[in-house]
């Protein structure tokens, strides 16, 4: 269960209890007024947990601004961002941008001495 529909349901349960507990007290002779009270508290209480559920329904917007974030990151930096390989991309990424390239060869190095195969045991 997703954590907007654990939050509606839990609201809708609170909001029978309440509906529960406000009919139980109606009930007494003389607490219509009371009743009425507890009716349109109910009524407002569903209003708002149909407006949440139409909210959690529609779909997440990313506005350009996040979107050109995303596309700047190195894909190596999303699961790892300290890592060897995120520092490689980067390197390499901005240095194809950049007026000043920066100097990739000892971080390119030091993935590849990483990701090499161990030499064979004879």
Not at 1 to 27: C, E, K, N, Q, W
Not at 81 to 102: D, E, I, K, N, T
């Amino acid at each position: 269960m997703d954590p907007i529909t654990g939050i509606i349901v839990g609201l809708a349960v609170l909001a029978s209890l309440g509906a529960g507990f406000g009919v139980g007290r109606a009930t007494a002779p003389g607490d219509a007024e009371e009743l009425a009270e507890v009716r349109g508290l109910v009524e407002a209480n569903g209003a708002a947990l149909v407006d949440v559920a139409e909210a959690a329904g529609k779909p997440v917007v990313i506005d350009a601004e996040i979107r050109d974030r995303l596309a700047d990151t190195p894909p190596a930096c999303v699961a790892e961002p300290l890592g060897l390989a995120c520092q490689v991309q980067a390197c390499w990424q901005y240095g194809q941008s950049a007026a000043q390239r920066p100097e990739c060869g000892d971080i390119q190095d030091a993935y590849l001495a990483r990701q090499a195969c161990p030499e064979p045991k004879p």
